[in-house]
T-cell receptor, first 109, second 116 residues
Framework: GENVEQHPSTLSVQEGDSAVIKCTYS??????FPWYKQELGKRPQLIID?????GEKKDQRIAVTLNKTAKHFSLHITETQPEDSAVYFC????????FGTGTSLTVIP | GAVVSQHPSRVICKSGTSVKIECRSL??????MFWYRQFPKKSLMLMAT?????????EQGVEKDKFLINHASLTLSTLTVTSAHPEDSSFYIC????????????FGSGTRLTVV
């Protein structure tokens, strides 16, 4: 089955700086890569996603890049704000999701 | 938009009892429902996939007899934790594919189970 690895597990940045979270996957057949933001005790919220036929996607301060050859994808958050503090999960999917281990992001005011 | 309603949000039960968690798709039909378990500060772990009208598919290491999954209709899937033990205490969450042919998924709000 699919194996998704995510780094770093924790990340602290100063407000206004950028944050980058990286994930790798093992199954080259995976074709959909969403990113979720989860606040403590709440459901994950989809923040951005990318399909395997696209290399990069941007939505305001959030961007995701995908390298199919290397089987890795990254989440980029620019101009970070304190409300960006949360746990972020990547996932790789073909017919079901396999989640990364999560990154706890703290944005320091 | 598509909504998955999950109940209860929190439940405390005694060891040895059973607890049922329900997930309902409110405005769409969910032929498939995924059930996840999440420990504090950990990722979501897929437990099983339920399919309406057929037996659930369990991930390796998940006890079928302990975590009973039933997908009774196109809008309802249930997870029953039988003979609960303190180690079953966790956050359980379901998700369903939102639209046919679309990879998007909708998550339930989660259930915090505490077994005392």
């Amino acid at each position: 089955g699919e194996n998704v690895e995510q780094h770093p597990s924790t990340l602290s940045v100063q407000e206004g700086d950028s944050a980058v979270i990286k994930c790798t996957y093992s199954d080259s057949a995976s074709n959909y890569f969403p990113w979720y933001k989860q606040e403590l005790g709440k459901r994950p919220q989809l923040i951005i996603d990318i399909r395997s036929n696209v290399g990069e996607k941007k939505d305001q301060r959030i961007a995701v890049t995908l390298n199919k050859t290397a089987k890795h994808f990254s989440l980029h958050i620019t101009e970070t704000q304190p409300e960006d503090s949360a746990v972020y999960f990547c996932a790789a999917s073909l017919d079901q999701f396999y989640f990364g281990t999560g990154t706890s992001l703290t944005v320091i005011p | 938009g598509a909504v998955v309603s999950q109940h209860p949000s929190r439940v405390i039960c005694k060891s040895g009892t059973s607890v049922k968690i329900e997930c309902r798709s409110l405005d769409f039909q969910a032929t498939t429902m995924f059930w996840y378990r999440q420990f504090p500060k950990k990722s979501l772990m897929l437990m099983a996939t339920s399919n309406e009208g057929s037996k659930a598919t369990y991930e390796q290491g998940v006890e079928k007899d302990k975590f009973l999954i039933n997908h009774a209709s196109l809008t309802l899937s249930t997870l029953t934790v039988t003979s609960a033990h303190p180690e079953d205490s966790s956050f359980y969450i379901c998700s369903a594919p939102t639209l046919p042919g679309h990879p998007g998924y909708t998550f339930g709000s989660g259930t915090r189970l505490t077994v005392v």
